[in-house]
């Protein structure tokens, strides 16, 4: 049989601002759009942030949330994940409140405190829509994005314990991989694992073949026959280390969230192009993209019936 590759699609994230893109959504009708589209594209999990519909600024606002989520439940089958990371200038309570009160299906969880800097991106631009944007990326020049063992538990045991979320877990470098081996030792975390190798963030692993071939060897090492891996990598790199990462096996992530364009200084009209793009060559590859049913039986997940909308 041929195996099934997994897309999610990250619609709007937390790092690109209004400026950057007039395709990136911000409104809950957008981002409910943006994402109905990638998943009708061929998306099987909708990894979801929220922005502030004013201004475009990252949001963990509950009703910011509300804004989309049923709307993209109602009209389609896709898995919902939603991000605990929010951002960096977040606490852990304000990133955890939306998974808190919607308990999906799929959450993200960073696997350790790390730099995250953006603010290379304000060179890019001498105007900006929204004041808010230079003085985010200029704050994470001296922001750490706290992930400390502490916060890691208390995302596994309030959301996959008591909830039944499983996690897309985020490995950023090396050390999250062990710290990952770490918790799968200690049984607070279960197969199978569903790892995303994140590449291209400065202050993690660069967006390098390398990188990703060490980061799967590790991965390997550590985590046997326990978990699935998938890729994502920012700006230009992301089409084609997806690629490789079905190549070694693995799924993948595209969308907004991660990058602008569609191919190099082209910005991507929509997340749906970049699922479209990154399927066409996954099918060309002799391989077929799973459906939202295939990933619930394959990461074992409770069910879309099960999640607060």
Same mark, same amino acid.
């Given at each position: 049989?041929?195996?099934?590759?997994?897309?999610?699609?990250?619609?709007?994230?937390?790092?690109?601002?209004?400026?950057?893109?007039?395709?990136?959504?911000?409104?809950?009708?957008?981002?409910?759009?943006?994402?109905?589209?990638?998943?009708?594209?061929?998306?099987?999990?909708?990894?979801?942030?929220?922005?502030?519909?004013?201004?475009?600024?990252?949001?963990?606002?509950?009703?910011?949330?509300? @804004?989309?989520?049923?709307?993209?439940?109602?009209?389609?089958?896709?898995?919902?994940?939603?991000?605990?990371?929010?951002?960096?200038?977040?606490?852990?309570?304000?990133?955890?409140?939306?998974?808190?009160?919607?308990?999906?299906?799929?959450?993200?969880?960073?696997?350790?405190?790390?730099?995250?800097?953006?603010?290379?991106?304000?060179?890019?631009?001498? &105007?900006?829509?929204?004041?808010?944007?230079?003085?985010?990326?200029?704050?994470?020049?001296?922001?750490?994005?706290?992930?400390?063992?502490?916060?890691?538990?208390?995302?596994?045991?309030?959301?996959?314990?008591?909830?039944?979320?499983?996690?897309?877990?985020?490995?950023?470098?090396?050390?999250?991989?062990?710290?990952?081996?770490?918790?799968?030792?200690? @049984?607070?975390?279960?197969?199978?694992?569903?790892?995303?190798?994140?590449?291209?963030?400065?202050?993690?692993?660069?967006?390098?073949?390398?990188?990703?071939?060490?980061?799967?060897?590790?991965?390997?090492?550590?985590?046997?026959?326990?978990?699935?891996?998938?890729?994502?990598?920012?700006?230009?790199?992301?089409?084609?280390?997806?690629?490789?990462?079905?190549?070694?096996?693995?799924?993948?992530?595209? @969308?907004? &969230?991660?990058?602008?364009?569609?191919? &190099?200084?082209?910005?991507?009209?929509?997340?749906?192009?970049?699922?479209?793009?990154?399927?066409?060559?996954?099918?060309?590859?002799?391989?077929?993209?799973?459906?939202?049913?295939?990933?619930?039986?394959?990461?074992?997940?409770?069910?879309?019936?099960?999640?607060?909308?």
């Amino acid at each position: 049989m041929k195996r099934k590759i997994i897309i999610t699609c990250a619609v709007t994230g937390s790092i690109y601002t209004p400026t950057m893109s007039p395709h990136l959504p911000v409104t809950g009708p957008e981002i409910a759009t943006a994402s109905i589209d990638a998943a009708e594209a061929g998306a099987a999990i909708i990894h979801l942030h929220a922005r502030d519909p004013e201004n475009g600024k990252p949001s963990a606002d509950v009703n910011h949330f509300h @804004g989309f989520i049923p709307q993209i439940h109602q009209a389609s089958d896709a898995v919902i994940n939603i991000s605990t990371g929010g951002s960096s200038l977040m606490t852990l309570d304000q990133r955890l409140a939306p998974a808190r009160h919607i308990k999906p299906e799929m959450c993200s969880l960073n696997m350790g405190s790390m730099n995250f800097g953006i603010f290379t991106l304000k060179n890019r631009f001498k &105007e900006w829509q929204h004041d808010w944007e230079p003085a985010l990326l200029d704050a994470t020049r001296d922001t750490v994005f706290k992930n400390t063992y502490d916060d890691i538990e208390t995302i596994l045991s309030d959301l996959g314990d008591k909830d039944g979320a499983r996690f897309e877990f985020e490995c950023y470098d090396l050390g999250h991989i062990e710290t990952l081996a770490f918790y799968l030792r200690q @049984g607070l975390v279960k197969a199978p694992l569903y790892v995303q190798f994140v590449l291209g963030v400065m202050g993690g692993a660069g967006a390098s073949p390398e990188n990703l071939m060490t980061m799967k060897a590790a991965a390997d090492r550590l985590l046997g026959d326990t978990y699935q891996f998938s890729v994502v990598a920012a700006g230009s790199k992301q089409i084609p280390l997806a690629t490789l990462g079905v190549i070694l096996g693995g799924n993948v992530r595209v @969308g907004l &969230e991660d990058s602008l364009i569609n191919t &190099e200084g082209v910005l991507a009209k929509s997340s749906a192009e970049q699922v479209t793009k990154i399927r066409t060559i996954i099918e060309a590859l002799g391989y077929e993209v799973a459906s939202p049913t295939e990933v619930r039986e394959l990461l074992e997940l409770k069910g879309r019936d099960n999640i607060r909308t």
